[in-house]
């Protein structure tokens, strides 16, 4: 079969899937959406919309039998599913096997443990009463750093507790407690895999995070790491790559700590925040690069052609409701700014609604105006 003229099914229609929709007209990619919501962003890009829950395993064993290739938007899929879609003949990427480690934050840190990948310390705790006894035993102590080990994404299900106050409002769930690491910097490298074994990385991004919604409030690129540094990160997110045998895409999240050290945070199969900026900022999108990988074609080698700082646009504290985005037409007007909005009808607080690259000449000129976007772009009601 050509590989260009596979049909590739995306469980998930978030803005990933929207944005894999866009790079894959470039090629005139066969691509079909399942999701549950027929108004979701990428519903609007695709004449092929299959309504039906990713978590269903009827709803994705019957999308997949009508796909050559099946990916995923979004970890939260049923992978009994997959598995059976797999055994069917059907290319699955990432491989149930993959996403089996990966969609349970616990099974990660189990693995970086035992192929010898440096992490931070962690236990595992069966819910809030079980972390609450080991405070008082004193076997844990403050601060705590703890995620749910599933259904977590976005910053939801990660906690950080600092006193027993804070423990009023521990999650119930399964979760990994990890050692609070001395950070210098968090950093990303994307990889991407293609079955025949070519393997290439986009240059390390360096990331803020927001401190109350717990995920990425922007990040710049090129990175202030040294060259020993990024070359470190890349080479450990490729090996993760290979060791979880992945086809398509991994973002590799990465503490640098104040030490030294490289530590792995977490990954996720797919496109990704940290790669956002690629659209304008990189010779090849990590959506293109994505689609490639998933249908062997060639890889190129990514580079970055342009500084560049992207923004989350996240609904402001305090309003919910039919969006408004205040200060749109100012920031449209301002040269090397993109604004991406990705259809979400309705704002809450701290709900990614879009994102924005600002592409300069270099780091600093890219901040300066992403500074501007910031005061200046909100997402109200």
Same mark, same amino acid.
């Given at each position: 079969m050509d590989n260009l003229n596979q049909k590739i099914g995306i469980l998930g229609g978030g803005q990933l899937g929207k944005m894999l929709l866009r790079a894959g007209s470039i090629l005139?990619? %066969?691509? /079909?959406? *399942?999701?549950?919501?027929?108004?979701?962003?990428?519903?609007?890009?695709?004449?092929?919309?299959?309504?039906? +829950?990713?978590? %269903?395993?009827? %709803?994705?064993?019957?999308?997949?039998? %009508?796909?050559?290739?099946?990916?995923?938007e979004i970890e939260n899929v049923n992978i009994q599913a997959l598995a059976q879609l797999e055994s069917s003949g059907k290319k699955v990427y990432p491989s149930s096997f993959s996403l089996g480690i990966i969609k349970d934050k616990g099974n990660q840190k189990t693995f970086y443990q035992t192929n010898n990948l440096p992490t931070s310390k962690f236990k595992f705790f069966d819910g809030a009463s079980e972390i609450v006894e080991a405070l008082s035993n004193e076997e844990l102590s403050f601060p705590l750093y703890k995620k749910s080990r599933t259904e977590g994404y976005d910053g939801k299900g990660v906690q950080v507790i600092n006193t027993w106050d804070d423990l009023q409002k521990l999650f119930d769930t399964p979760s990994v407690v990890e050692d609070l690491v001395d950070i210098d910097k968090e950093i990303a490298v994307i990889i991407a895999r293609r079955p025949s074994g070519q393997i290439v990385a986009f240059p390390p991004v360096e990331m803020h995070f927001h401190k109350e919604a717990n995920l990425v409030d922007y990040l710049f690129s090129p990175s202030s790491l040294t060259q020993a540094q990024e070359e470190e990160a890349t080479k450990l997110a490729k090996t993760?790559?290979?060791? =979880?045998?992945?086809?398509?895409?991994?973002?590799?999240?990465?503490? =640098?700590?104040?030490? $030294? !050290?490289?530590?792995?945070?977490?990954?996720?199969? /797919?496109p990704h925040n940290s790669g956002?900026?690629?659209?304008?900022?990189? #010779?090849?999108?990590?959506?293109? *690069?994505? =689609? /490639?990988?998933?249908?062997?074609?060639?890889?190129?080698?990514? +580079?970055?052609?342009?500084?560049?700082? *992207?923004? #989350?646009?996240? $609904?402001?504290? $305090?309003?919910?409701?039919?969006?408004?985005?205040? $200060?749109? !037409?100012e920031c449209l007007a301002t040269d090397g700014v993109h604004v991406h909005i990705y259809g979400k009808k309705e704002t809450k607080p701290f709900r990614k609604l879009g994102h924005v690259t600002i592409a300069a000449d270099t780091v600093q000129e890219a901040i300066d105006k992403a500074q501007f976007v910031k005061s200046t772009l909100k997402a109200i009601s």
């Open positions: 005139d990619f %066969d691509i /079909r959406i *399942m999701e549950q919501d027929a108004d979701c962003p990428a519903a609007s890009l695709t004449s092929k919309f299959h309504k039906g +829950k990713i978590t %269903d395993y009827q %709803d994705v064993v019957a999308f997949g039998e %009508d796909c050559d290739i099946v990916t995923i993760i790559g290979e060791k =979880l045998e992945i086809i398509g895409l991994l973002a590799v999240e990465l503490f =640098l700590t104040k030490s $030294g !050290e490289i530590l792995i945070n977490e990954v996720a199969p /797919r956002h900026h690629s659209i304008e900022a990189c #010779n090849i999108s990590q959506y293109e *690069m994505h =689609l /490639r990988a998933l249908c062997d074609l060639p890889l190129l080698s990514p +580079k970055l052609t342009k500084s560049a700082v *992207m923004l #989350n646009i996240l $609904g402001s504290p $305090g309003y919910s409701g039919p969006v408004i985005y205040e $200060g749109l !037409e």
